[in-house]
C-alpha cells in the first residue's frame, strides 16, 4: 500500500512537474493537505486491494497456463474497470469534502482536463504495477512449486530404483545360496578327481565369484 501511494505522487510530479497542483501544493494548511493524503492514500489502498483480489479470482477461473491470451485481457479490462470505478469514487469524496472544488462549469478548462488525464494515467500504471508484482511473484511461486515437485520425484524414482536393486540381490542370494555352493562344490570334487590343476582353477574361480557377491551385498 505504501508502494502504491508512493508510486502515486511520484508518476504525478514526473508526468507534469510544473502543473498548477504542484505550485502552490505546500501552500496549503497542513489540514488540507492530511486530507488529500488520507483521501490518497484510501484511494490506492482500494486499488491494490482490487488487483489483488481480481488476481486472486482469475487464479481460480482463468489461470495463467490455461490460457495466457484470455488471463491477460481479462486482467487488463477488470483492473481499468475498477480503476475508472474508483476514481470516480474518489472525485465525489473530494466533492463533499471541498464543495468549492465541486462547481461545474459549462466547459471544463485544458488545465482540469489535464489533471483528469493524468490522474487516470497515474492509477493506470499503479494499477499495472501492481498487476505485474503479482503475476511475477504467481510464476516464481509456481516454478518454485514444480521443481519441488520435480525434485521430489527424482528422489522417490532413486528411492524405487535403489529398492529394487535391494530385492534383485536379495532373491538372488536366496537363490544362490544354498545351491550355489552346492553344486559348485560337486564340480569341483570331480575335477580334482580328474584334473588337479583345473580343480585348482576352478576353486580360484569361484572364490572369486563369491568374494563379489559377499562385497556387493554389504554395499547395499
Not at 27 to 39: K, N
Not at 139 to 153: F, G, P, V
Not at 198 to 220: D, M, P, Q, T
Given at each position: 500500500?505504501?508502494?502504491?501511494?508512493?508510486?502515486?505522487?511520484?508518476?504525478?510530479?514526473?508526468?507534469?512537474?510544473?502543473s498548477e497542483?504542484?505550485?502552490?501544493?505546500?501552500?496549503?494548511?497542513?489540514?488540507?493537505?492530511?486530507?488529500?493524503?488520507?483521501?490518497?492514500?484510501?484511494?490506492?489502498?482500494?486499488?491494490?486491494?482490487?488487483?489483488?483480489?481480481?488476481?486472486?479470482?482469475?487464479?481460480?477461473?482463468?489461470?495463467?497456463?490455461?490460457?495466457?491470451?484470455?488471463?491477460?485481457?481479462?486482467?487488463?479490462?477488470?483492473?481499468?474497470?475498477?480503476?475508472?470505478?474508483?476514481?470516480?469514487?474518489?472525485?465525489?469524496?473530494?466533492?463533499?469534502?471541498?464543495?468549492?472544488?465541486?462547481?461545474?462549469?459549462?466547459?471544463?478548462?485544458?488545465?482540469?482536463?489535464?489533471?483528469?488525464?493524468?490522474?487516470?494515467?497515474?492509477?493506470?500504471?499503479?494499477?499495472?504495477?501492481?498487476?505485474?508484482?503479482?503475476?511475477?511473484?504467481?510464476?516464481?511461486?509456481?516454478?518454485?512449486?514444480?521443481?519441488?515437485?520435480?525434485?521430489?520425484h527424482k528422489?522417490?524414482?532413486?528411492?524405487?530404483?535403489?529398492?529394487?536393486?535391494?530385492?534383485?540381490?536379495?532373491?538372488?542370494?536366496?537363490?544362490?545360496?544354498?545351491?550355489?555352493?552346492?553344486n559348485n562344490?560337486?564340480?569341483?570334487?570331480?575335477?580334482?578327481?580328474?584334473?588337479?590343476?583345473?580343480?585348482?582353477?576352478?576353486?580360484?574361480?569361484?572364490?572369486?565369484?563369491?568374494?563379489?557377491?559377499?562385497?556387493?551385498?554389504?554395499?547395499?
Amino acid at each position: 500500500m505504501i508502494f502504491a501511494f508512493v508510486l502515486h505522487y511520484l508518476v504525478s510530479y514526473i508526468l507534469d512537474p510544473y502543473s498548477e497542483f504542484w505550485q502552490d501544493y505546500f501552500g496549503r494548511s497542513f489540514s488540507e493537505l492530511l486530507t488529500e493524503w488520507g483521501i490518497s492514500f484510501l484511494f490506492c489502498f482500494l486499488i491494490s486491494e482490487a488487483s489483488i483480489l481480481i488476481h486472486r479470482r482469475l487464479n481460480l477461473r482463468v489461470p495463467w497456463p490455461q490460457n495466457k491470451s484470455k488471463r491477460l485481457f481479462l486482467e487488463i479490462t477488470l483492473n481499468f474497470s475498477a480503476v475508472m470505478i474508483l476514481i470516480l469514487m474518489n472525485m465525489v469524496c473530494f466533492a463533499i469534502l471541498d464543495p468549492q472544488s465541486a462547481k461545474v462549469e459549462s466547459v471544463p478548462s485544458i488545465e482540469e482536463i489535464k489533471g483528469m488525464l493524468q490522474w487516470i494515467v497515474v492509477s493506470l500504471v499503479i494499477s499495472f504495477m501492481i498487476i505485474s508484482i503479482n503475476t511475477m511473484s504467481y510464476l516464481i511461486n509456481n516454478w518454485i512449486e514444480t521443481a519441488t515437485e520435480m525434485s521430489e520425484h527424482k528422489i522417490k524414482a532413486a528411492e524405487l530404483r535403489q529398492a529394487s536393486v535391494e530385492a534383485e540381490l536379495n532373491a538372488l542370494k536366496m537363490q544362490l545360496d544354498p545351491h550355489f555352493i552346492f553344486n559348485n562344490l560337486s564340480v569341483l570334487s570331480e575335477l580334482i578327481l580328474e584334473d588337479q590343476q583345473l580343480g585348482f582353477e576352478y576353486s580360484e574361480n569361484f572364490a572369486k565369484v563369491y568374494r563379489f557377491l559377499l562385497v556387493n551385498s554389504k554395499k547395499i
